[in-house]
């Protein structure tokens, strides 16, 4: 079993609609969450970062993270076209100046006009 | 800054070439992870530096892969020989210690494709 599961999708929402993706993860040493965005052909790059559970907003997107059911979210509100991409998790446990990043699988999300 | 540079883009060699994927960190950045990514398996971490000295090579699939960053302006990533399950996107990502967020920046990737 994987450490982070991630439902790969692909997942086609009209546009406006309020899309969501989750991540399941294994490891209870993980205490910092990431949400990475990646556009077709392009390198990821990193949208929400989180520290232990509860809810961080920024602008559509917001981050939920549940740490005693090992769950996160992430959730976009009236999502648009330009939105379409793979958007992966990311964990990273605590306690040190660095811990590697694991990463799930990728959600490929497509918004239609 | 440019951010992360990496070459080739694009790479088609044949099975038992060697081939060597470059890359350039963002200045002043002392971490360095090189990833894999493909379909089946998602990303990735094959190994990451920490001010040039290798911290982490767990990830590193077989003897046949090797990195080296010989100083903090460039890193190598070589497979020798190449076979063609080593097709894949292989991304450089780079992070400066005082990035509060853990940020790491990733560069364009190079496409591999062996035949």
């Known amino acids: 079993q994987k450490e982070v599961e991630q439902d790969p999708g692909p997942l086609s929402v009209p546009e406006g609609a309020i899309v969501s993706l989750n991540c399941t993860y294994s490891?209870?040493?993980?205490?910092?969450f990431m949400w990475y965005r990646q556009y077709s052909r392009k390198g990821p790059e990193l949208l929400m970062y989180?520290?232990?559970?509860g809810n961080k907003e920024d602008g559509r997107f917001t981050a939920q993270v549940d740490k005693s059911s090992k769950y996160i979210s992430l959730f976009i509100r009236d999502s648009q076209p330009s939105d379409s991409a793979t958007y992966l998790c990311?964990?990273?446990?605590?306690?040190?100046?660095?811990?590697?990043?694991?990463f799930g699988q990728g959600t490929i999300l497509t918004v239609h006009p | 800054d440019a951010g992360v540079i990496q070459s080739p883009r694009h790479e088609v060699t044949e099975m038992g070439q060697e081939v060597t994927l470059r890359c350039k960190p963002i200045?002043?950045?002392?971490?360095l992870f090189w990833y894999r990514q493909t379909m089946m398996r998602g990303l990735e971490l094959l190994i990451y530096?920490?001010?040039?000295?290798?911290?982490?090579d767990s990830g590193m699939p077989e003897d046949r892969f090797s990195a080296k960053m010989p100083n903090a302006s460039f890193s190598t990533l070589k497979i020798q020989p190449s076979e063609p399950r080593d097709s894949a996107v292989y991304f450089c990502a780079t992070r400066g210690q005082t990035t509060s967020t853990d940020t790491q920046y990733f560069g364009p990737g190079t496409r591999l494709t062996v035949l």
């Open positions: 200045s002043g950045h002392d971490y």
């Open positions: 989180t520290y232990s559970s």
């Open positions: 990311a964990m990273k446990a605590g306690g040190t100046s660095y811990g590697k990043l694991t």
């Open positions: 490891n209870s040493a993980f205490q910092y």
């Open positions: 530096f920490n001010n040039n000295v290798p911290i982490d």
